[in-house]
Nanobody
Framework: QVQLVESGGGLVQPGGSLRLSCAAS????????MVWYRQAPGKQRELVAT???????NYADSVKGRTTIYRDNTKSMLYLQMNSLKPEDTAVYYC?????????WGQGTQVTVSS
């Protein structure tokens, strides 16, 4: 069973940057979409950014202009570069890989933006 593992979270001051990574424990074929979500305490999970197999990207308005999603498909790796972080970016960040008939999720990595 392939698993996804996120890393790169932590405590950062407002205005700082983080790069989140999502690694698959094995090879996943025909990934058609890779997605980052986040869930803040007491709030619903929200979509942060997506990237498709043709490298089309989409971002939530709340992170647009500050965040870049990119991937290394050869290694089944997904990244999220976040800049100019704000306290409202504090959340657990999750990655998801979609392939035909399968949906893979990570366990999440905590991002805390605080001074």
């Amino acid at each position: 069973q392939v698993q996804l593992v996120e890393s790169g979270g932590g405590l950062v001051q407002p205005g700082g940057s983080l790069r989140l990574s999502c690694a698959a424990s094995g090879r996943i074929f025909n990934i058609y979409v890779m997605v980052w979500y986040r869930q803040a305490p007491g709030k619903q999970r929200e979509l942060v950014a997506t990237i498709t197999s043709s490298d089309n990207t989409n971002y939530a308005d709340s992170v647009k202009g500050r965040t870049t999603i990119y991937r290394d498909n050869t290694k089944s790796m997904l990244y999220l570069q976040m800049n100019s972080l704000k306290p409202e970016d504090t959340a657990v960040y999750y990655c998801r890989f979609g392939s035909p008939g399968y949906d893979y999720w990570g366990q999440g990595t905590q991002v805390t933006v605080s001074s």
